[in-house]
């Protein structure tokens, strides 16, 4: 069975700070997505990640992808309120399904 | 871009009662839908896989005749919770992959079901 993991699981930042989410998972896999999901509500994309070595950014976030170790790292950059959320990576296997990380809930404090 | 619609976004039922949950996706086909249950503060798991034309695939532990899927067009998966129970109170989230994206996986808007 596929495992994904995220690390922390739990992370509180002060605001103008930077800090890194990992994703681990547990078997060979190219495509590593990333998505945000506020209080009560659905998924957001927020980055595909397609092979080994890929980054990506967006404003303040920035994702990379090193298959060889099966990582996968959210780089946060000069946290603002408006970024606390719940974070997810998740990785699609051969077998044409979905799994996602345990979760990472970010709040960004004054 | 791909969008997938998810209705009802919330439904209150007696225990009992069987609910449908539809997942359409508008505006591309989508031959594989996915079905997650999503509890407080906890991560998305995966249900089941929807094929369209065929059974849908159910993770282990998963109860095939507890939850009911069908995906009879490329556009509708629906979800039924039979004989619901307060237990299955969760949030559900459908998802559909576009192919012609890039490996696009999106999402549908949830629906958080609560059993009395």
């Known amino acids: 069975e596929l495992k994904v993991e995220q690390n922390p699981l739990f992370l509180s930042m002060q605001e103008e700070k930077n800090y890194t989410i990992y994703c681990n998972y547990s078997t060979t896999s190219d495509r590593l997505y990333w998505y945000r999901q506020d209080p009560g509500k659905s998924l957001e994309s927020l980055f595909v990640l397609l092979s080994n070595g890929a980054v990506k950014q967006e404003g303040r976030l920035m994702a990379s992808l090193d298959t060889k170790a099966r990582l996968s790292t959210l780089h946060i950059t000069a946290a603002v309120h408006d970024l606390s959320a719940t974070y997810f990576c998740a990785v699609d296997n051969t077998g044409n399904q979905f799994y996602f990380g345990t979760g990472t809930s970010l709040t960004v404090i004054p | 871009g791909a969008v997938v619609s998810q209705h009802p976004s919330r439904v209150i039922c007696k225990s009992g009662t069987s609910v449908k949950i539809e997942c359409r996706s508008l505006d591309f086909q989508a031959t594989t839908m996915f079905w997650y249950r999503q509890f407080p503060k906890k991560s998305l798991m995966l249900m089941a896989t929807?094929?369209?034309?065929?059974?849908?695939?159910?993770e282990q532990g998963v109860e095939k005749d507890k939850f009911l899927i069908n995906h009879a067009s490329l556009t509708l998966s629906t979800l039924t919770v039979t004989s619901a129970h307060p237990e299955d109170s969760s949030f559900y989230i459908c998802s559909a992959r576009d192919r012609t994206a890039s490996y696009g996986y999106t999402f549908g808007s949830g629906t958080r079901l609560t059993v009395v």
């Open positions: 929807s094929n369209e034309g065929s059974k849908a695939t159910y």
